[in-house]
């Protein structure tokens, strides 16, 4: 089992950037596909992001191509999303995810965050 733990959400400005950051605790951490989703109200939860085991294999939703970068260090245990070129659009609760096969869907996801709230004002 592993535990995930977001943090670096926040207000930002459109045009602007945060870097979220998951740290995780438990099983071996490069065991583990990691993912960022998000969920904004009255939607559903939809992948944003996803780094392979060893970090060399990324997968990115169409429409933050080019804007936001997924990484991991796993010697620090610890998956970052770096979200440039905010959008108002990109507002939601972003989510940290690990499994061990490479999934896109959130239900094939066992291991959760709690989350953190980013907000882009227009």
């Given amino acids: ?45 939809e992948l944003v992001a996803g780094i392979s085991w060893s970090g060399g294999d990324t997968d990115y939703e169409d429409s933050v ?26 507002t939601a609760v972003y989510y940290c995810a690990a499994a061990e096969g490479r999934y896109y869907r959130p239900l094939d996801y066992h291991y959760w965050g709690q989350g953190t709230q980013v907000t882009v004002s227009s």
């Fill in 65 to 90: 191509k080019g804007r936001f970068t997924i990484s991991r260090d796993n010697a620090k245990n610890t998956v970052y999303l770096q979200m440039n070129s905010l959008k108002a659009e990109d």
């Fill in 1 to 45: 089992q592993v535990q995930l733990v977001e943090s670096g959400g926040g207000l930002v400005q459109a045009g602007g950037s945060l870097k979220l950051s998951c740290a995780a605790s438990g099983r071996t951490f490069s065991a583990y596909y990691m993912a960022w989703f998000r969920q904004a109200p009255g939607k559903e939860r």
